[in-house]
T-cell receptor, first 111, second 114 residues
Framework: QKEVEQNSGPLSVPEGAIASLNCTYS??????FFWYRQYSGKSPELIMS????GDKEDGRFTAQLNKASQYVSLLIRDSQPSDSATYLC???????????FGKGTSLLVTP | DVKVTQSSRYLVKRTGEKVFLECVQD?????MFWYRQDPGLGLRLIYF???????EKGDIPEGYSVSREKKERFSLILESASTNQTSMYLC?????????????FGPGTRLTVL
């Protein structure tokens, strides 16, 4: 079973701070990495995808990938209370169709 | 914009009933997926389909079956609903190919089996 591990949290950060969410994965063959945001009672919504080592920025979000360390992270700059949600990390299986999801990290941004 | 729709947001059924959950996508995606999500257990893959009439078991297929007669439509069937199938059911679709594309989720169906 391929593992995707996330700290369940909750991670609490003050408004305006940087939130750092981390994810490790076990399948060395994985090529595609995704971050989803899920508000309570809602379905997951894609925030970022990353395929190459390094950083990828989109607005206040930055995804970071280190395949050698099997580590992917999501940074949220200038955190807002509306960012309070559960963040799911997802990793593909090489030559597979499915994504393996972590159980998510709960983020709480306090005003 | 990708749109994945599910037939019901909330559903209440009785033990032993046959339950149909339907999912429709409008992006001509090859792959479609059914998950269930439970507190503390995360997202678990029930079944997926990579082509019309093709299906593969996921991690927890027991008690479920699926049907994909048209590319845009993927149905999940609970043959005889049980209380332990009370859950949030999420459908997703994605592009296809050897390297997995992004999956887009529908709004979910909250199923309660009494």
């Amino acid at each position: 079973q391929k593992e995707v591990e996330q700290n369940s949290g909750p991670l609490s950060v003050p408004e305006g701070a940087i939130a750092s969410l981390n994810c490790t994965y076990s399948d060395r063959g994985s090529q595609s990495f995704f971050w989803y945001r899920q508000y309570s009672g809602k379905s997951p919504e894609l925030i970022m995808s990353i395929y190459s080592n390094g950083d990828k920025e989109d607005g206040r979000f930055t995804a970071q990938l280190n395949k050698a360390s099997q580590y992917v992270s999501l940074l949220i700059r200038d955190s807002q209370p509306s960012d309070s949600a559960t963040y799911l990390c997802a990793v593909n299986e090489l030559f597979g169709y499915a994504l393996n999801f972590g159980k998510g990290t709960s983020l709480l941004v306090t005003p | 914009d990708v749109k994945v729709t599910q037939s019901s947001r909330y559903l209440v059924k009785r033990t032993g009933e046959k339950v149909f959950l339907e999912c429709v996508q409008d992006m001509d995606h090859e792959n479609m997926f059914w998950y269930r999500q439970d507190p503390g257990l995360g997202l678990r893959l029930i079944y997926f389909s990579y082509d019309v009439k093709m299906k593969e078991k996921g991690d927890i297929p027991e008690g479920y079956s699926v049907s994909r007669e048209k590319k845009e439509r993927f149905s999940l069937i609970l043959e005889s609903a049980s209380t332990n199938q009370t859950s949030m059911y999420l459908c997703a679709s994605g592009g296809g190919g050897a390297v997995q594309d992004t999956q887009y989720f529908g709004p979910g169906t909250r199923l309660t089996v009494l």
